[in-house]
């Protein structure tokens, strides 16, 4: 479930948190299937002694770049975060240098560290990551013109934009007025301009939030301090079926397209 907005929280908080620049002194992994490609004993073997130089996040993975020039790739998928204390869903545990311990938490265990030599095995997949100059309206009009898919599932493809996930979608496409099932050629300039600008707005307000939590179960995103995040009382769309829309006042309606709960108004957001 992290989206853009919660993976970046993650990451501004373990640069904050000193992650930064501490030398991995020994790795347990607690779920073998956490790690890819390479085996539980090589993969450990392998990041001993590594210091962490740099934390970046491009889409939603999460990456650290570390002074051997290798690069540790990691993807939080539907529920991974990560914490200072231990917990009974941790996947994988670092002690670091200055007797500081971060630990991996999945309770669905499907997110996936990556020990790479060259990122761009992971991330030549991805589109533009939607918070950079390379994410622009030059971009974003070529791909729609040349695509005729509905437009809500053309956001999700992170090889399209990167970083962009279900929740997200739906608010850009709600503060666009755009219908989530419109054919991606068939928007107009005015539109392709409106949904650009909007989903680099829906963004940025979820990092200055923290990012979203739908709930309080244990699938549900934790900031590093073990926080939800505080955007949910912000969306205007996503998970409000049957609630009043905050522009019109018509009931939000939910319908599933490309196999995903979607969120709209009726009312401002027309098929036709």
């Known amino acids: 479930m992290p989206e853009l907005p919660e993976v970046e929280t993650i990451v501004r908080q373990l640069r904050e948190y000193g992650v930064e620049g501490r030398t991995i002194r020994s790795v347990d992994v607690l779920w073998a299937r956490t790690v890819e490609p390479l085996p539980v004993d090589r993969f450990r073997r392998e990041l001993v002694g590594d210091t962490i130089l740099r934390i970046d996040r491009v889409g939603k993975w999460v990456m650290l770049v ?10 939080l998928r539907m529920s991974g975060s990560f914490s200072t204390s231990p917990g009974s869903h941790d996947r994988l545990v670092l002690f670091l240098s200055g007797e500081m ?10 997110g996936r560290w990556k020990l790479v030599e060259d990122p761009s095995t992971v991330l030549d997949a991805l589109g533009p990551d939607a918070l950079t100059r390379d994410f622009n309206l030059r971009y974003f009009t070529a791909v729609m013109r040349g695509k005729h898919r509905r437009i809500k599932p053309l956001l999700l493809d992170q ?21 989530p099932e419109r054919w991606s050629d068939s928007l107009e300039d005015g539109e392709l301009r409106t949904l650009c600008a909007a989903i680099r707005h829906v963004l940025r307000i979820g990092i200055r939030n923290r990012g979203t939590s739908l709930g309080k179960g244990r699938t549900n995103y934790r900031d590093l301090k073990g926080r939800s995040g505080g955007h ?38 027309k098929k036709t």
């Open 159 to 179: 090889s399209v934009v990167a970083g962009l996930g279900n929740i997200y979608a739906d608010e850009a496409l709600w503060e666009a007025g755009i219908h």
């Open 232 to 269: 949910r009382a912000e969306v205007n769309a996503y998970g409000r079926t049957g609630e009043p829309c905050k522009r019109c006042g018509v009931a939000l309606e939910r319908i599933i397209v490309g196999q995903r709960s979607t969120h709209f108004c009726p009312h401002c957001q």
């Open 66 to 75: 570390l002074t051997s020039g290798r690069f540790l790739m990691i993807h």
């Open 101 to 110: 311990v971060l630990y991996y938490r999945d309770t669905r265990k499907f």
